[in-house]
């Protein structure tokens, strides 16, 4: 029996996204979609960031997502965004085809660059993207903000404080009803499950565990009558070098009250565990917190601890990603969650499908062998 320590039994989790001292550099952002009205321009408001203005080739979309924001301007074109003397880093919010060519575009203008995810729609193009940030001098972090979500950033912390001991075991699963008909574009593409969506909780197992994957193991499988063409249920397996393993269950298919919808996560290690809800897909789309429970031999022996976490998934976590960048600049450092490394997160991405394909297992090094086209 677990002796609860709840709320009580505070622990000092360090989940809350860093901030740069200077917030004034001037943002530019590149689409003007659901996630950047719900999610990128809540953030930077409750962050203090200084977001100069949108751009979006629908300019309506770009007015209206600017209608709570005196002051922001609308570009009439991506090069009156890029030519702007104040806009130091470019947001791009757009669907991964689009994104390289401006993602290029905008590094040729000594642009920092925060991407959406995915990089890119190939491995291929992700690598060539990785090596123009490289031959520019660009910053560029990709918009994997999972990592910074209260569950998930506690659970980091608590690994790298080494309370769970050596690291063992982790299990991502969700059991939700996810209406891909919101992103129009989304339904009519092959690889939907895993490339926009599980690619969170495969990025986020690699980020807490601190280890890279030597292999994946996936199945995907389609709800019979879905009207999408792509996969909406996945299971992934996945080996880390040693004793280590995880699992990814999702299913975005369930019919039944949301009161039966569940969002899970549990990382274990030779002394401890830390398991808890990711709040987004709960009550969706409004959510609700984040939370996390603690068991540690390294703490007090015998207590769960259940500190309370503040804030969500949506919106807070997009200032970590910002915000991480941001102070990679100040300090003259790599992101972390730059481009280069989530060329990992991509390669365990296209290795689950190679996976799917062959039926059997796929190591990553399969796909960092792919040539650059």
């Known amino acids: 029996m677990y002796a609860d320590k709840g709320t009580a039994g505070r622990l000092d ?4 996204p860093k901030l740069p001292r200077d917030l004034t550099k001037g943002i530019g952002i590149v689409g003007a979609g659901e996630i950047v009205v719900h999610a990128h321009l809540p953030a930077y408001r409750m962050a203090g ?4 203005g949108i751009y979006d080739k629908d300019h309506a979309k770009a007015e209206a997502a600017v209608s709570g924001y005196p002051g922001m301007l609308v570009f009439a074109s991506l090069e009156a965004l890029l030519e702007h003397p104040d806009v130091q880093i470019v947001d791009i919010a757009v669907p991964a085809q689009q994104q390289p060519a401006i993602a290029k575009q905008a590094a040729r203008q000594g642009k920092h660059l925060l991407c959406q995810k995915p990089l890119a729609e190939t491995y291929e193009q992700a690598k060539e993207l990785v090596e123009v940030f490289a031959s520019h001098g660009t910053k560029a972090a990709v918009n994997q903000q999972m990592r910074w979500s209260p569950g998930i950033q506690a659970s980091r912390s608590i690994m ?7 690291p063992l075991q982790a299990a991502i699963q969700v059991n939700v009803h996810t209406p891909w008909e919101n992103w129009p574009w989304l339904t009519h593409i092959s690889t939907l499950e895993v490339m926009y969506h599980s690619i969170h909780y495969l990025d986020s197992i690699r ?7 030597e292999y994946v193991y996936a199945d995907g499988a389609r709800f019979p009558g879905q009207p999408y063409r792509g996969e909406t249920r996945t299971l992934i397996h996945l080996k880390f070098p040693g004793e280590v393993r995880a699992l990814i269950h999702d ?8 009161e039966d919808w569940y969002a899970t996560f549990r990382f274990e290690g030779t002394q401890g565990i830390v398991k808890g809800t990711n709040g987004a897909l709960y009550n969706y789309p409004t959510g609700k917190e984040d939370t996390i429970s603690l068991y540690s031999e390294r703490l007090e022996k015998g207590c769960l601890y259940t500190p309370k976490l503040e804030g969500r998934w949506f919106p807070h976590a997009f200032m970590g990603t910002m915000g991480e960048l941001m102070r990679a600049i100040e300090e003259n450092r790599e992101p972390v969650n730059n481009a280069a490394d989530n060329l990992i997160t991509l390669q365990t991405v296209f290795a689950a499908y190679r996976s799917m394909e062959s039926n059997r297992p796929v190591y990553l090094e399969e796909i960092d062998r792919l040539p650059v086209t």
Do not use: C, S, T
């Open 49 to 52: 960031f200084h977001v100069i």
């Open 207 to 213: 980020y807490v565990l601190g280890l890279q994957p």
């Open 13 to 16: 989790v360090d989940y809350k």
């Open 251 to 258: 299913n975005h298919n369930n019919r039944m009250p949301q």
């Open 160 to 166: 790298e404080r080494g309370w769970l001991g050596e």
